[in-house]
């Protein structure tokens, strides 16, 4: 059985994980409210990581159910799902709108 302290502190360091990786998600989340526009960032690459991030929060659901212990995996699993959920909403909510109507180029090549 390892130590407790190495048991707290690694504890402690996944709790940590959900604020260090806001720190990555916070400048995307500013940069889409300001510029109102997700064109350049991939949709398809976001919804990977939800599936991706699905399956890490079933894991540590799991393993808190049979081992009782692991909560701050749980945490840090939900947290960033739902970070990843907040960022595919964004890029949805910005998305350009198109337009049902042919443009004048679109009329050209026809």
């Known amino acids: 059985m390892l130590p407790e302290v190495v048991i707290t502190s690694a504890n402690v360091c996944q709790t940590a994980v959900p604020f260090i990786a806001l720190s990555a998600y916070l400048p995307q989340w500013i940069k889409l409210a300001r510029t109102r ?5 991939s949709l398809r690459s976001w919804c990977i990581w939800t599936v991706s991030s699905l399956c890490a929060l079933f894991y540590a659901i799991v393993q808190f159910l049979l081992n009782g212990r692991g909560w701050p995996l749980v ?3 939900a947290v960033s799902l739902a970070s990843v959920l907040l960022t595919v909403c964004l890029i949805l909510r910005f998305r350009p ?13 026809i």
């Open 37 to 41: 526009s997700s064109q350049d960032i």
């Open 75 to 77: 945490f840090s699993t």
């Open 97 to 109: 709108k198109s337009s049902a109507k042919p443009t004048s180029k679109q009329c050209d090549l």
